[in-house]
């Protein structure tokens, strides 16, 4: 397990930059970012149910980096949120972890993680439960809390309504915006507020226009008008790159999903033609790309890693595919 942590690790860090700074004389080799990283990887190992159904899976994305771990959390959301308290499902691997001068006392991991997104600057990250299979998914986005073109965008379509809403109901429909979505759920995890007024802000957004809502009951959530959404799930289950598409029979000043000449995926959300399925591709571009991967697809096993990766960059130069992820059983 420890070796297994230093690999992903080691993965996840690989790009981040480190800031020069001195602390008690010496350079700082971290930053909240490489801490929050750290715990929430952590924290996977140490509260993962390993007689569950699903695995451990870790993700990295250039947007985004995703944990999930098999079981549900042993607390409510919001008490794990807050910190304090903790009931950690693994009692010996947390303290191994400890002994080795990784993760954090009981009851401050989360805490700690938000923390460090929020030092960046970055979405606040997104922590929810699926019940089946039972798993706990921990998404920590990469983009930036308001990025202006997303203000821009939203005084262009909702106009100077957008300005007479109050922060918090401004931040609900940037994060509709950004993300694609947004629920109860999240919408607690964006503010202090207590939960009931969170519950009345969503429909009453709703009623002047700013949101759709879509789901029943527990499964509901909210997107902007003539957006369709991605399920959170599925940006785990499916590993394919996850964003908004507009409805073909809403919206009719913006462009629907079409492909173009080779049958490639073109979206004004995806700055690159998308490759969802090979069935879809034109014959020839088909073959070719076949073609280049030729020998990995005719050997059971390729050891030679350079010559795959190699392979890889060649097929997926121009176009974005599904992207892959990685993860132990």
């Known amino acids: 397990m420890f070796?297994?942590?230093?690999?992903?690790y080691q993965k996840l860090v690989a790009d981040l930059k480190v800031p020069f700074t001195l602390e008690e004389g010496q350079r700082r080799t971290d930053t909240p970012v490489h801490i929050a990283l750290r715990e929430a990887l952590v924290n996977t190992l140490v509260h993962a149910d390993f007689t569950g159904r699903v695995s451990i899976l870790i993700v990295k994305r250039p947007d985004m980096f995703g944990f999930r771990n098999p079981g549900l959390m042993r607390l409510p959301l919001e008490d794990v949120i807050a910190g304090g308290v903790s009931d950690c499902r693994n009692r010996l691997l947390h303290q191994m972890f400890l002994l080795i001068g990784l993760g954090e006392?009981?009851?401050?991991?989360?805490?700690?993680?938000f923390s460090g997104w929020k030092s960046a600057n970055w979405r606040t990250p997104k922590l929810w439960e699926k019940t089946f299979p039972a798993q706990t998914l921990l998404e920590l986005s990469t983009a930036s809390l308001i990025p202006q073109h997303v203000l821009d965008d939203l005084h262009q379509r909702f106009g100077e309504t957008f300005d007479l809403l109050d922060d918090f109901e401004q931040v609900?429909?940037?994060?509709?915006?950004?993300?694609?979505?947004?629920?109860?759920?999240?919408?607690c995890q964006l503010t202090t507020r207590h939960s009931r007024e969170v519950t009345l802000t969503l429909p009453r957004l709703e009623s002047k226009g700013f949101?759709?809502?879509?789901?029943?009951?527990?499964?509901?959530?909210?997107?902007?008008?003539?957006?369709?959404?991605?399920?959170?799930d599925e940006v785990f289950s499916l590993g394919t790159l996850a964003s908004s598409t507009y409805?073909?029979?809403?919206?009719?000043?913006?462009?629907?999903?079409?492909?173009?000449?080779?049958?490639c995926l073109l979206n004004r959300f995806i700055d690159r033609p998308y490759i969802d399925d090979a069935d879809n591709l034109t014959e020839a571009f088909r073959d070719s790309l076949f073609a280049l991967a030729a020998v990995p697809r005719e050997r059971l096993r390729l050891g030679d890693k350079e010559l795959m990766k190699s392979v890889i960059l060649s097929v997926c130069q121009g176009s974005i595919f599904p992207l892959l992820r990685w993860g132990r059983s």
Request: hydrophobic share 30%.
């Open 3 to 8: 070796d297994f942590y230093r690999k992903v």
């Open 105 to 113: 006392k009981a009851g401050s991991g989360i805490p700690k993680i």
């Open 172 to 187: 609900i429909v940037v994060t509709a915006a950004i993300e694609g979505w947004v629920n109860h759920e999240r919408a």
């Open 211 to 232: 949101l759709v809502a879509g789901g029943e009951q527990k499964s509901k959530y909210y997107t902007l008008p003539g957006i369709s959404v991605m399920t959170p």
């Open 247 to 263: 409805n073909e029979e809403n919206a009719e000043d913006n462009q629907p999903t079409s492909r173009d000449e080779y049958g």
